[in-house]
């Protein structure tokens, strides 16, 4: 799974693969985080209860 | 009694009514605990798997379940990155049930398995080569992606959505769900093509090993495909149960019939191509191997792999519910989509069917006999396990959370509340 | 192409003169610890890493004829090392060494998720469903050089590639690298008493295996010797036993073919 994994190959099938991987946790990652950190700022800022705005 | 936990302006049952629901199904889910921990304390040799089955029940259920649960990734590719808004009334729903489908081929990996406690080498020691590196991979990190499409509906919950930081929190998840919408299809189609991979690679197996594109077998794309095409049709013929069960109409029919229509086009062109892969299988790769396509069937008495079993997966539940869904007026009567997308479902149960039992009970070697094959108790037990598990997370999530955005709409309240 | 240093280590069994008496099954067994229990009927749940299948022309006497058929693992190498198993495995829990030929399988790193079972059209793999239980006493003479698995883990014959690595440390001692024919033989090779299994280098023209099988390297070792067919040869799975036999009929029993009309 990490490059000090005794099986990594420095090799195009593993860049790929891992490639891909990371590339989609690291997009899930980064969009978790800033929806988190954006919603402990908004609720600091007291920006307002359950229906300040409507639903979706 | 729990007034304050269901969503404004629709109607929910008794408590009591809704307790003993959850305690009958619940008898059924501890069933299937008991089961479980068998396996996990004796062992394997509690399943009817042997030598000859290294792959049985377990696994059909795990490639199942995941093609019914394609709903949730085409859905939402559809509503989020196509644009077929209108969708937004169902998608909740396609989330949920990819969720409880998602999270039921996880638990039944994990009995499945010999060793749980080393499940995590598959990960840490992955073989990049191998199709089951890539299914683990890609299906945990979906399995996220509905995660992170659920919560915002968790957090909707009346009593929930009043504290600050989960009603922020789930309003920017919506706001950027589109994001997430496109990395789940990215997966998905991954996932669900490698599920067919799985069996496609295995070229010391005639009856499944198919040739490609590159490194992907034929069965990699017609997997996603069916997939995509079946997935909706699940969606739809849970829709209608709840719809059944709660006697309420929840999503419009607008909404179904949009969907309905998708699922029948990608169905039909799925079907053609499957015909296609069959017949180039069956007149070129097959023979190939030294193998025609009689070879693969089997007449003995009692016998699941008559040819009646090709014929119901690609003609009966295959062409057949494909024709039903593009023509609207077929389409349109709610008796006739019922029968179609349950025909579609089946089909697609029957596919992994055989590309997961029937290969292995095929002989390779000329001096062998075909191989048979009925699960024990525990295996059936664990495979209801998360239907029992699914349908209380339904329940619960029906009951207080808001769901289906046209509910209230549907069946106005006299009074209001 | 092969290193010149590589070795395919692999067997010539010759069918005419197995018997059938399954002493091979025996010593193997009993050289690499295969557990068994009280109850050894249901054969599709028993380990027994070589296993002997009884062939019939399928005639009626006084022409019905059998043979007997050893199958250990076959230790395919598939196009360029990827064995049907080893591609399949998620975990590397098997791997093919370009070195020896030989499939490897790691008991401690195997989840037993069965992928590899399911590819193998050998049926060479067999699944621990049970932990092992050894009568009172036998663990003492139980195998001090393999290891022995416990449950939900697959195994396979490995050629008693833990004889090879006691060889080698021997030859290193000695001060050489390479090993002599007879240093490095299998279990089951040294129990048949008819003679009927060779073991050696098939890259090493002066094994017996290699004479008896001359496998072309042009085309994927495909046997040379009329009288030798390897099992599934269609298939691609490229194994290392070759079998020897003067009978057609079990020269076909051993693939699968179109018959054309």
């Keep these: 799974m990490f490059p000090f994994s005794f099986e990594w190959i420095w090799d195009m099938s593993h860049m790929v693969f891992h490639g891909g991987l990371w590339y989609a946790l690291s997009i899930l990652g980064m969009g978790m985080t800033y929806c988190i950190i954006k919603a402990a700022y908004d609720s600091v800022k007291g920006k307002g209860g359950h229906h300040s705005h409507g639903h979706h | 009694m729990d007034s304050v936990l269901i969503p404004k302006g629709v109607e929910r049952c008794s408590i009591g009514k809704f307790a003993l629901f959850i305690a009958v199904v619940g008898a059924v889910l501890l069933w299937g605990v008991v089961a479980m921990l068998l396996i996990y304390i004796k062992g394997l040799n509690q ?20 093609a019914l649960g394609g709903g949730a990734f085409f859905t939402g590719l559809l509503r989020y990155i196509i644009g077929k808004d209108e969708l937004k009334h169902i998608i909740n729903y396609a989330v949920l049930i990819g969720f409880v489908c998602y999270s039921s081929a996880l638990l039944i990996l994990a009995i499945d398995v010999g060793q749980p406690l080393r499940a995590w080498f598959i990960f840490w020691h992955a073989n990049v080569h191998s199709m089951l590196t890539e299914v683990a991979f890609c299906l945990t990190c979906y399995f996220g992606v509905l995660t992170i499409e659920y919560l915002p509906m968790v957090f909707e919950n009346r009593q929930i959505d009043r504290v600050p930081f989960f009603h922020h929190l789930g309003h920017n998840m919506h706001a950027i769900m589109a994001i997430f919408a496109a990395t789940g299809a990215f997966l998905s189609f991954f996932h669900q093509g490698s599920l067919g991979g799985v069996t496609g690679v295995m070229f010391g197996r005639p009856f499944g090993y198919r040739t490609g594109l590159l490194i992907w077998p034929w069965t990699f794309f017609l997997y996603t495909w069916s997939a995509a095409a079946v997935g909706p049709c699940f969606t739809i013929f849970i829709t209608r149960i709840t719809e059944a069960v709660t006697r309420k109409k929840l999503v419009k029919d607008s909404v179904v019939d949009l969907l309905a229509k998708i699922a029948g086009w990608m169905l039909l062109t799925y079907i053609i191509a499957k015909i296609i892969d069959t017949w180039y299988w069956a007149a070129v790769t097959a ?8 070879d693969f069937y089997s007449n003995n008495p009692g016998s699941a792999y008559g040819l009646w079993i090709l014929i119901a997966e690609i003609g009966l539940c295959g062409v057949v519910p494909a024709i039903m869904l593009v023509t609207p007026s077929i389409r349109r009567r709610p008796a006739a989509l019922f029968v179609a997308v349950t025909l579609a479902v089946i089909g697609a149960c029957l596919n992994r069917w055989v590309m997961v039992l029937q290969v292995q009970a095929v002989p390779v070697l000329s001096f062998e006999t075909w191989f048979t094959y009925f699960p024990s108790w525990q295996e059936i037990a664990t495979t209801i396990l998360p239907v029992a598990y699914g349908i209380i997370l339904i329940a619960l999530s029906y009951r207080y959370l808001p769901i289906f955005p046209q509910e209230q709409e549907l069946n106005p309240i006299e009074g209001g509340k | ?9 692999g067997m010539v069994i010759d069918l005419d003169k197995c018997t059938g008496c399954g002493a091979c099954m025996v010593a193997c067994m009993a050289e690499n610890n295969v557990a068994f229990r009280e109850d050894e009927t249901d054969k599709m749940l028993s380990i027994s890493w070589m296993r002997i299948y009884r062939l019939t022309n399928g005639k009626a006497f006084p022409n019905s004829e059998e043979c007997f058929l050893p199958r250990p693992c076959q230790q395919c190498e598939g196009h360029h090392g990827h064995s049907p ?48 239980v050894w009568p009172e006493g036998m663990e003492r003479s139980l195998n001090p050089n393999v290891s022995v698995r416990m449950r939900g883990i697959v195994e396979k014959c490995c050629f008693c590639f833990h004889r090879y690595q006691a060889a080698m440390d021997q030859a290193y001692v000695e001060g050489r690298r390479d090993l002599e024919e007879h240093e490095y033989q299998t279990a089951c090779t040294q129990a048949c008493p008819a003679g009927a299994i060779v073991f050696g280098d098939l890259n090493n023209p002066g094994h017996t295996v290699h004479q008896l099988a001359q496998p072309d390297p042009d085309r994927e070792g495909r046997p040379r010797n009329p009288k030798a067919f390897r099992l599934l040869e269609r298939l691609g799975t490229n194994p290392k036993v070759y079998y020897l036999t003067g009978r057609d009929w079990v020269r076909k029993a051993g693939d699968n073919e179109v018959k054309k009309s």
């Design chain 3, 85 to 132: 198993c080893v591609s399949v495995c998620p975990a590397t829990a098997t791997d093919y060494d370009m070195k020896t030929g030989i499939v490897s399988q790691i008991p401690t790193r195997c989840f037993g998720c069965r992928y590899c079972m399911a590819s193998c059209p050998y049926h060479v793999r067999q699944f621990n469903w049970w932990d092992p």
């Design chain 2, 47 to 66: 399943t009817n798997m042997n030598n000859a089955y290294g792959f049985a029940l377990w696994i059909w259920a795990d490639l199942a379940v995941i």
């Design chain 2, 287 to 294: 023979p190939a191997a030294g193998f025609t396509l009689m």
């Design chain 3, 1 to 9: 192409m092969d290193q010149p240093n590589f070795k395919k280590f």
